[in-house]
């Protein structure tokens, strides 16, 4: 409480990261709404602290939508890439598609969720195509792999998603996913 609001906020950062790894998806919410909040109170508003708030606002959709509130998942996977867009260039074309690549899956993951396999496909793939590339985000594109050979599996085609799980299993041994 003795510390400056910007200072304060890593602290709730790191105490809703850790909620959200004991599965207490409610207060995570609210700790990273918190960090939120208090990140608007530093100066100068930093790239750092940029892709931070866009983190923030994805991590409170992953939160919703593992409380199965997928409306709400998805406005703050929006709010993250309207964060993301308003800064584009300050952060660049590359951390632009590391973010969309990311949000897409996440966004894909609730489609699937919903059960709408069409775009939960659509999603995915787009995140894949956006990461699946040295220097991105390729640990996320691996999860999205397999989020689409899931998708494949629910649509009934398993050859697409043999194919996916064969041209991924090289990958596996590298991988902590």
């Known amino acids: 409480a003795l510390l400056d609001p910007c200072e304060r ?5 790191s105490i809703a990261m850790v909620l959200y790894k ?41 939160c919703h939508t593992e409380l199965k509130n997928y409306d709400s998942a998805l406005i ?26 990311v949000i897409y899956g996440h966004k894909g ?9 069409q775009q939960a496909e659509l999603l995915t793939r787009q995140s894949i195509q956006l990461n699946d590339r040295p220097g991105y985000e390729l640990e996320h594109a691996s999860r999205m792999k397999l989020q689409l050979a899931d998708v494949y599996n629910q649509q009934g085609n398993i050859a697409a998603m043999a194919n996916i799980l064969d041209s991924f299993a090289p990958t596996i041994a590298g991988s902590d996913t």
Do not use: R, W
């Not at 703050?76 to 690549?101: C, P, R, T």
């Open 9 to 13: 906020k890593a602290y709730h950062y």
């Open 76 to 101: 703050y996977f929006d709010k993250s890439l309207a964060i993301s867009k308003q800064n584009k260039d300050l952060l660049g074309n590359v951390v632009m598609d590391k973010i969309q690549g």
């Open 22 to 62: 004991q599965q207490n998806y409610s207060q995570s919410m609210q700790f990273f709404k918190q960090a939120y909040d208090l990140q608007a109170t530093c100066t100068p508003q930093t790239n750092e602290i940029i892709l931070q708030q866009q983190e923030i606002q994805s991590n409170i959709g992953l």
């Open 109 to 117: 993951q609730v489609a699937l969720a919903k059960g709408d396999l």
